[in-house]
């Protein structure tokens, strides 16, 4: 791997041990006892630990409250097909057969929409026997309706490594909208570390709920809370007093997008506004991605870390969940933010499909941090979505459109 892009990173980087800790050391560092979230501070332990080796020195930046952000090498692949190396197979063995083109990603590279491209993580792993690890796109990844899986050696499955996993990461990555510019460097994924099962039952979360106020309708009054196999959420098709665009379709004609570029693009050439339409309701095309958000302002106590999951495909044709992350301190900070609503990124299956306002589309899965995080999810620490309505991904401007009538763009 060169190191042209280096100095950057050194910068504020984790010091890491020169050798592995042995397991016991490593308890006492990483977190007390018991099922749950590896918090910022663990992860740190971790790497000190020499459990995250990586090509280029891990910054402190990459860590979040409950999870580290994961950063491309400098080398991708075309391939011919998705795949999953199973559990007698490493990648390096099945990429002689899928490789169609070696790239790369030193500079600035173009991965085209539709296409399945593989990329080395700067980043692999050394977990201890007691961790397993799962990921997800991040945000702004999921929100340009781009597909980055993790995957293993031996791996069975996407996203998730077993416990006591040594060996490299790849990251799967499939541009569906918007082909896009990426290099070397740039996170697309994110990890979590766990440690046994750490999801909340309905009744821990309806107690949780009734302590902290899991859900909020403004910035004053709560909100009753529909759990069911998680906290359940619905979509939002009613603007508001600044805006009534109610969602974002993506347009299938549009330009490349640079990733590393930040409040730069106008989001008129990419997307097509969906504002209140009549009925309260919308339909949704096959093939195309969608931007909507919650009617719920929810809440993430510092204590606990989220995911977005899928309902049942039975509740309806369309797929929800892309980046399913949410830090501890989502929509709470410091106990001073009544929730925040939820971005979701929607795509319609083979025939059209109506959504109507307050149906529920999706569901928070809570789980327990193994220790409450040093840092917590805000403006702190540079989050980009903690007062969101509904927003793009950080590439777009940060223009709200002025309400107008309710004449749908549909």
Not at 129 to 151: E, H, M, Q, Y
Not at 160 to 184: C, H, M, N, Q
Not at 231 to 244: A, I, Q, W
Request: one cysteine or more.
């Amino acid at each position: 791997m060169t190191n042209a892009w280096l100095p950057g990173f050194v910068r504020d980087a984790v010091p890491e041990a020169s050798g592995v800790l042995p397991s016991q050391e490593l308890q006492a560092l990483v977190a007390p006892p018991g099922p749950g979230v590896l918090p910022s501070q663990g992860i740190r332990a971790l790497v000190r630990g020499g459990h995250i080796p990586a090509a280029l020195p891990i910054v402190d930046r990459q860590i979040q409250p409950a999870s580290l952000d994961l950063r491309l090498g400098d080398e991708a692949f075309r391939l011919q097909a998705s795949f999953l190396p199973g559990a007698r197979s490493t990648i390096e063995a099945k990429l002689s057969d899928l490789s169609m083109v070696r790239m790369d990603l030193s500079r600035p590279t173009v991965f085209e929409k539709h296409c399945v491209y593989l990329v080395r993580l700067v980043e692999r792993l050394r977990l201890p026997t007691d961790l397993a690890a799962k990921a997800n796109p991040k945000s702004t990844t999921g929100r340009l309706d781009v597909f980055a899986r993790l995957i293993t050696d031996y791996g069975t499955e996407f996203e998730r490594v077993r416990e006591g996993y040594d060996g490299p990461l790849y990251v799967e990555v499939v541009p569906r909208t918007f082909s896009i510019i990426v290099t070397a460097g740039l996170s697309l994924s994110q990890i979590r570390f766990t440690r046994g099962r750490s999801s909340s039952s309905d009744e821990q979360l309806e107690r949780l709920h009734r302590r902290e106020g899991l859900v909020y309708l403004d910035d004053t009054e709560p909100g009753e809370a529909v759990i069911r196999d998680g906290l359940n959420l619905s979509v939002s098709l009613r603007g508001g007093r600044e805006t009534d665009v109610v969602a974002y379709r993506g347009r299938r004609d549009a330009p490349l997008v640079d990733l590393r570029m930040i409040d730069h693009y106008d989001a008129g050439r990419f997307w097509d506004l969906i504002r209140s339409p009549p009925g309260d309701r919308i339909i949704l095309n096959p093939g195309d991605f969608y931007i909507l958000g919650s009617c719920e302002r929810v809440r993430v106590p510092p204590e606990y870390a989220a995911e977005m999951v899928p309902f049942d495909p039975s509740v309806g044709e369309f797929r929800i969940h892309y980046a399913g992350f949410f830090d501890p301190g989502f929509g709470y900070g410091d106990k001073d933010i009544t929730g925040t609503r939820a971005v979701m990124e929607v795509r319609a299956h083979e025939v059209p499909f109506v959504i109507e306002h307050g149906q529920m589309v999706g569901r928070l899965d809570y789980e327990r941090m193994l220790d409450v995080p040093d840092r917590i999810y805000g403006t702190a620490i540079g989050s980009s979505y903690q007062r969101q309505a509904l927003a793009l991904s950080k590439q777009f401007r940060r223009t709200v459109p002025a309400v107008q009538s309710r004449e749908s763009q549909l």
